[in-house]
């Protein structure tokens, strides 16, 4: 199967779709690759028999989404966040000086406004058959999508040095110390390659049963500690500079999912109604989200009462308090610890594998080099990052969660803008033939520029340990609500006039 895509400003190339699995596999061998010939071709032959994904971010034409399972794209979302992921976001409420109800609030408030972003998204992957940040081309052009690619690249390696900290952690606290954070994150890591490695059609059917042993785990945990959750620390009433806050961490958690949602949607039929998949996409995002996350913020609110819980967490930190919660059930208890650290694979390997389509749009030259080679390369650059990070973890943490949050917001503003308003909604206007070709694309400008200069608003809204703002110290911290609206505000004007004088 072949299929044709441009190449900056040349003309047409015509590209064997199995070039993506035929790199290197050059009949001329030079002397001494004998064994590197040999391996490749053991390696191919594999892969051939097997089920990996070699498409890579070059668009998915019509005749080839067939897919019908569209309840995956609830599974996805639902094994993604049925695990300690969001229970470590919640376990951070407390720090703001947030009661158990306050922090309750909030995230219901927060996990409900900022799902929709991404549960949205989603739904132009079977309509237009590009993955997300290929979509971003068609509002940043070819060239300066470039920006937000990196910044996504770290967001998503972020967020996998984080699950790999945490389920290194629980299995180091399982061992009792005979096995260390470090190992425990090579471990996570390794296993999260495999499910990244294979792609699209494997990790759908991961996700789709995951969550089962994921939930019962979580459920037997609560279960174990449940008496210990009712002895809250007492907490200062709320402020508006704790609650809005600790709503930027939810929104830093769920607002960078849009940055990949349609990479789960480009194979389903485009024949499926928006509206379901959309409310599908929205029900797994803040389902298991709302209640793991007050789970969290219940389980630090209860951990300066409770001697064991606290020297667990000063030990391992949310690895040590769940093994403290489980202490009482034994052997079995070490057994679920361990379950709930593999529960974290579902979601870092759905966030793996967005992260090396990432690498292909970055450096479109790479985009002949199989997808599943950059699972390899991801997995070498996260395990040794999160063994340096897991030494402050929860510092780490929240610095990365502050930077996030920003950028993200802008970044969906643009995107959400240009369907609705400049493309009028219509997916005919994502041309196949243009995704990859400059001159057929918007310069990017005014998507760059709109983003960049919200920030003179963000900067002075945001409140971190390093750097609180003026509007900041009175209204707490409202820097993402400042990013999208802002963005938005100036897109407008700023895109209006790229179109005029460039007619793209």
Not at 81 to 109: E, K, M, Q
Not at 348 to 359: G, H, Q, V, W
Request: net charge neutral; glycine share 10%.
């Amino acid at each position: 199967m072949s299929q044709g895509y441009q190449d900056g400003e040349n003309g047409p190339i015509t590209v064997n779709m199995d070039v993506e699995k035929g790199v290197g596999q050059s009949n001329a061998a030079e002397p001494g690759r004998t064994m590197l010939k040999s391996f490749r071709g053991i390696l191919e032959t594999l892969i051939s028999a097997g089920p990996v994904e070699e498409r890579g971010v070059m668009p998915v034409a019509l005749e080839d989404r067939t897919a019908t399972n569209y309840f995956s794209y609830f599974w996805i979302w639902a094994s993604m966040n049925i695990n300690l992921l969001p229970i470590t976001f919640g376990l951070l409420g407390p720090s703001y000086g947030l009661g158990l109800r306050d922090c309750a609030l909030v995230i219901l408030f927060f996990c409900l406004l900022t799902a929709a972003i991404p549960a949205y998204l989603g739904t132009l992957g079977p309509k237009t058959g590009l993955r997300q940040m290929i979509q971003a081309r068609f509002s940043f052009g070819r060239y300066l999508v470039s920006v937000p690619v990196v910044l996504n690249l770290a967001t998503l390696t972020g967020f996998c040095v984080v699950i790999c900290v945490i389920g290194g952690q629980c299995l180091s606290a399982v061992a009792g110390g005979s096995l260390t954070p470090a190992v425990g994150i090579v471990i996570m890591g390794i296993l999260a390659l495999l499910i990244s490695f294979c792609g699209y059609e494997v990790l759908h059917q991961y996700e789709r049963f995951a969550w089962i042993p994921a939930l019962i785990a979580i459920i037997i945990a609560t279960g174990c500690g449940g008496s210990g959750l009712s002895q809250q620390a007492p907490a200062e009433p709320a402020t508006a500079g704790g609650v809005l806050s600790f709503g930027m961490i939810i929104a830093s958690y769920m607002i960078p999912y849009a940055c990949l949602a349609s990479d789960f949607t480009t194979y389903l039929n485009p024949k499926f109604s928006s509206v379901r998949l959309f409310l599908y996409g929205y029900a797994g995002l803040v389902l298991p989200s709302v209640l793991l996350m007050v789970l969290g913020a219940a389980i630090g609110g209860a951990i300066t009462s409770i001697p064991e819980w606290q020297e667990g967490y000063n030990e391992t930190q949310v690895g040590g308090v769940l093994a403290a919660m489980l202490a009482r059930a034994g052997g079995f208890g070490k057994f679920v610890v361990v379950v709930l650290s593999l529960t974290l694979l579902g979601n870092i390997a759905a966030t793996m594998y967005s992260i090396t389509l990432n690498f292909q749009i970055l450096i479109p030259q790479l985009v002949v080099i199989p997808r599943y080679m950059f699972s390899i390369v991801v997995t070498a650059i996260v395990i040794p990052v999160s063994v340096r990070a897991a030494v402050e973890f929860f510092a780490s943490l929240e610095n990365f969660v502050a930077l996030i949050g920003y950028w993200s917001a802008a970044f969906v503003a643009v995107l959400i803008v240009e369907h609705n308003v400049f493309r009028g909604g219509r997916y005919d206007t994502y041309d196949h033939d243009s995704w990859n070709v400059a001159s057929r694309l918007p310069l990017g400008v005014a998507a760059l520029a709109a983003s960049a200069l919200s920030f003179a608003l963000v900067i002075p809204s945001m409140s971190q340990v390093w750097f609180e703002g003026p509007i900041a110290e009175k209204a707490g911290d409202i820097g993402f609500e400042m990013a999208c609206a802002v963005t938005a505000f100036l897109y407008l004007p700023f895109r209006f006039l790229e179109k005029r004088f460039t007619g793209r």
